[in-house]
């Protein structure tokens, strides 16, 4: 990794290397967003309210490669409560020779993901997916979560419908232990720019 990241998000010439990511840095505020999760006996649904910051990134060199990207932090409450429910930090990052749009975070429960996809530069729609197992595109549990509610597959889409409005959808597949079938845990939102 390059020990001189410049990170900006306002600065153009930084921003006009990100692709598709390009239009995500900033601040975004959604209150659309409906989240459906594991519960005892089946599942429960949340509506809540999210806050997303962007912030560009770049260049991180690895040899050969460079990336750019965004590092970001989200925050969730339910509604109708002041308490978050829901943390996560990371990068979304985009590797331009190989089309490639990257998403690495941290959720604090002891999971992470490395999801990623291919797209165009100028793309408005794209997907990033992690398998567990994999070695390039995966995702990591502490033991307990490994156990108890594995995370075995994570699909995230995104579509930038304005300058300043995005959605997205993401479906976490869980094996929870006594359950037959795998739990689709689904988060969805409309963001707009603060």
């Known amino acids: ?3 001189n990241i410049e990170t900006s998000s306002a600065n153009p010439e930084l921003l006009a290397h990100l692709g598709p990511l390009a239009a995500l840095a900033g601040t975004w ?7 459906i999760a ?15 910051t962007f912030e560009a990134i770049g260049p991180v060199v690895n040899g050969p490669q460079t990336l750019y990207g965004l590092r ?17 930090m990371g990068y979304w990052l985009w590797d331009a020779e190989r089309k490639q749009v990257m ?57 930038i419908h304005e300058p300043w409005k995005f959605s997205y959808k993401e479906n976490t597949q869980l094996k929870i232990s006594g359950r037959p079938d795998v739990f689709h845990h689904t988060d969805q939102n409309m963001l707009k720019r603060s």
């Open 103 to 159: 998403r690495s975070f941290v959720v604090p429960r002891g999971v992470v993901v490395n999801a990623g996809g291919t797209c165009e530069s100028a793309a408005k729609e794209f997907c990033m997916t992690a398998d567990a197992g994999s070695e390039v595109f995966g995702i990591l549990s502490n033991p307990f979560l490994d156990e108890a509610t594995k995370t075995v597959r994570y699909e995230l889409s995104v579509t």
């Open 29 to 35: 505020e959604g209150k659309e967003g409906v989240d």
């Open 38 to 52: 594991p519960a005892k006996d089946g599942s429960k649904e949340t509506h809540f309210r999210e806050r997303i």
């Open 1 to 3: 990794m390059s020990g």
């Open 72 to 88: 970001y932090s989200t925050m969730v409450w339910p509604l109708i409560q002041e308490q978050p429910f829901h943390e996560e």
